[in-house]
């Protein structure tokens, strides 16, 4: 057992439990974020607090245009600082968690998602609740890393901060705010992101859009249909050209870090509101889609491509020539992030990962936003690691293996030793 684990398991455990219990879905991060801050007080850090400001995040590409749509009220953000040896001699490295989560149906649920439930057995624990994988343990780890190396550096210079962020579902509204209104009186000069990456480095994430369309028909009485315009087949056109261009862009857009991936830029068409009457021909439908957008596109251009296959369609149609649909952006946006596999900080989490027997230590591609894009925008190189995988985050009795916790807790002390080193 590594001195990570055997001297910090036992109160990592009891942060991690207290810390899920806490239902922060749907902006209610406040009162968790109280306690985290708390707890980073005890623990010796010196803390701050930030609040998004709305007028500023609306000028930001992630965000809506309209402030009144991003909502900041009562979501503080929370760092906690350590200072090692002549901190201003060294660098700073900041661990960063969101501690938001996404609403959980807890009728798919065999416990309560925000009361953690232990199961298996010892070497083989599993803990189970809302956010145990995407990512309050992740962030939990990132407490205890930082206090272990507070108590251990001695031959450090430098700081280590621990970040608490909200709204990271929404767009990354408290990281957003940390990368660009800068809340500390000092610079940063790298962030790991304790994502659920299985334990491997990510150094590019996908961007997405979120575009909604709108459809009109004709109603008529369904005994009588053929006076109608049904809205369903023009939308399957739409959908089939989207798919086919989905394809097409798989194999024109490469990418040497998504490679193995069987949808690389995936079209999702998530929800679909169609018709007002069983008995009537469908004359409005609404579609939400999500497009994804390679690391090296921007947002815009990809909406544009989906916008010119859009036209095509409706050329092709006397009706929707004349009844043009609307394709509009909703919600909020995710461009792409890249950093190089060359920085420091990338090749100190290799380093820590080889030096411990994890195999792979290939920097690899995400097809999903973080909010490392948001630090990489500001300019400073992050990546993402952490315990858990993606595809537990979401997901009804989410879990992360404890084992894999501990894991990854020894890794970071490493990397960001030889970091700050």
């Known amino acids: 057992m590594s001195d990570f684990a055997e001297e910090r398991d036992a109160e990592l455990r009891a942060f991690t439990e207290r810390l899920l219990r806490f239902d922060t879905t749907g902006g209610a991060e406040a009162p968790a974020q109280q306690w985290v801050r708390d707890r980073l007080d005890e623990l010796g850090f010196e803390t701050y607090e930030w609040t998004a400001d709305a007028e500023a995040l609306a000028g930001h590409q992630s965000f809506p245009d309209d402030p009144d749509a991003i909502p900041v009220e009562d979501r503080p953000s929370v760092g906690g600082v350590l200072e090692l040896g002549e901190p201003e001699a060294g660098p700073t490295l900041v661990l960063n968690g969101h501690v938001d989560v996404v609403p959980a149906a807890r009728e798919s649920w065999s416990s309560d998602p925000f009361e953690p439930v232990w199961r298996g057995s010892d070497g083989d624990e599993r803990l189970v609740a809302r956010g145990a994988a995407d990512m309050k343990t992740g962030l939990a780890t990132c407490v205890f890393v930082a206090k272990h190396l507070g108590e251990t550096a001695t031959d450090l210079d430098g700081r280590v901060v621990v970040e608490s962020v909200v709204g990271e579902e929404e767009g990354g509204i408290g990281a957003a705010a940390a990368a660009h209104s800068n809340p500390y009186p000092f610079e940063r000069d790298a962030a790991i992101i304790a994502e659920p990456t299985e334990l491997r480095p990510i150094v590019a994430s996908e961007g997405s859009v979120m575009k909604r369309l709108c459809l009109t028909g004709r109603s008529a009485h369904a005994a009588s249909r053929w006076e109608g315009v049904d809205v369903l087949p023009k939308f399957e056109a739409i959908r089939r050209a989207f798919a086919d261009l989905e394809a097409e862009r798989g194999e024109s857009v490469t990418h040497p870090l998504y490679e193995d991936f069987p949808v690389p830029w995936p079209v999702v068409v998530g929800t679909v509101d169609a018709g007002s009457w069983a008995s009537s021909v469908p004359a409005e439908l609404t579609a939400e889609m999500r497009l994804g957008v390679a690391p090296g596109e921007t947002v815009r251009e990809v909406e544009a491509q989906f916008e010119e296959r859009l036209a095509s369609v409706v050329a092709d149609d006397e009706w929707l020539v004349e009844h043009p649909p609307t394709f ?73 293996e404890w084992a894999e916790v501990l894991t990854a807790g020894d890794v970071l002390v490493a990397a960001a030793r030889e970091f700050l080193r």
């Open 328 to 400: 509009e952006r909703f919600s909020v946006q995710f461009e792409p992030s890249e950093i190089s596999p060359d920085e420091p900080v990338v090749r100190a989490v290799q380093r820590a990962m080889d030096a411990r027997g994890l195999g792979d230590a290939e920097p690899r591609g995400a097809t999903y936003g973080a909010d490392a894009r948001h630090y990489i925008e500001a300019g400073v190189p992050a990546v993402m690691f952490g315990p858990g995988t993606v595809e537990q985050a979401h997901f009804p009795d989410e879990h992360i």
